[in-house]
């Protein structure tokens, strides 16, 4: 019996893999198909892929405490250099912000609180965002820019965790109409 793949070969154009028969077509159509199903499912999963998957029910929303406790966590893991340990309370996202911000432009200082806000947990079309508490933080980076960016922290089956954990970076947090990103303070942070 001949291989479902033996039309795979790499003599085509540009790479291309020609197949060599209408059957060998139709399994390559197939394995297409397959192939963009399995990358949409992956990019649905990485837009609420966060961690652990909660229900509404074994959520709740942070304290400003508690928000400010994980800050305090995440300053220390930056300031230590564990970015792994860093990017573990964070989302999928942390190394692409840590690239930008820069992993040696970590702020000398933590960042200043100032102001927070709450995105409540919504629900539509079936798809659940997770709501929390947004800290909006300001401070100056270890190369001396002023940096202003948030930090949505919330809390799932693994406990809390982080939205932008790169706190240096410019990241702002917005949820639809009802929540927009804060400004930038005025003044000096």
């Not at 893999?17 to 297409?32: D, G, H, I, L, W």
């Not at 949409?40 to 959520?59: D, M, N, Q, R, Y």
């Amino acid at each position: 019996m001949r291989s479902p793949f033996a039309w795979l070969r790499a003599d085509g154009p540009n790479g291309h893999f020609p197949p060599k028969s209408m059957a060998a077509r139709s399994e390559q159509t197939r394995v297409k198909a397959f192939g963009l199903l399995g990358a949409g499912i992956l990019f649905v999963a990485s837009l609420s892929g966060c961690g652990p998957t909660a229900t509404p029910s074994e959520t709740s929303i942070p304290s400003i405490v508690d928000a400010e406790g994980l800050l305090a966590r995440l300053v220390t893991l930056a300031h230590q250099g564990d970015f792994n340990g860093l990017c573990a309370l964070g989302d999928l996202n942390c190394n692409q912000a840590l690239d930008t911000a820069g992993r040696n432009n970590v702020p000398l200082d933590s960042p200043t609180v100032f102001g927070a806000r709450v995105v409540p947990t919504t629900t539509s079309g079936g798809q659940t965002s997770m709501g929390g508490m947004v800290l909006e933080l300001c401070g100056t980076t270890r190369s001396g820019s002023p940096y202003s960016s948030e930090m949505l922290v919330f809390r799932d089956a693994g406990g809390l965790r982080a939205i932008n954990p790169v706190y240096w970076g410019a990241t702002k947090i917005g949820s639809g109409l009802g929540t927009p990103a804060s400004p930038a303070p005025s003044g000096h942070c």
